[in-house]
């Protein structure tokens, strides 16, 4: 199981990145897929998550400012990040899995991060 992402970078505040993940070896379809991110010194947090019903929710501190979308068909989850903060400098981590009673939404799959940096 891979999780590859990219987009990561630096950008002035105010401006926009788009993130993707590229996922192999899994059941893309059944899954969910989620970005989390975690700054430093902070605890790692769920900014974003797209059931694979396409139902979708977001951390209150991005909503209105993220989209997270998915394409079935290349395996794909992104991350639309616009008007950036310098508060949303952080590693971000995509991840995925298939929703149980046992596990919830909790991910089995993470991929490596990608650093995002919003300069004030």
């Known amino acids: 199981v891979q999780l590859q992402a990219s987009g990561g970078g630096l950008v002035q505040a105010g401006g926009s990145l788009r993130l993707s993940c590229v996922a192999s070896r899994i059941s893309f379809i059944r899954s969910f897929l989620a970005w989390y991110r975690q700054a430093p010194g902070k605890a790692r947090e769920l900014v974003a998550r797209?059931?694979?019903?396409?139902?979708?929710n977001y951390l209150d501190s991005v909503q209105g400012r993220f989209t997270i979308s998915r394409d079935n068909a290349n395996d794909t989850v992104s991350l639309q990040m616009n008007s950036l903060k310098p508060e949303d400098t952080a590693v971000y981590y995509c991840?995925?899995?298939?929703?149980?009673?046992?596990?919830?939404?909790?991910?089995?799959?993470w991929g490596q991060g990608t650093l995002v940096t919003v300069s004030s």
């Open positions: 991840a995925a899995g298939e929703y149980s009673t046992g596990r919830a939404y909790r991910p089995q799959y």
């Open positions: 797209i059931t694979s019903g396409g139902r979708t």
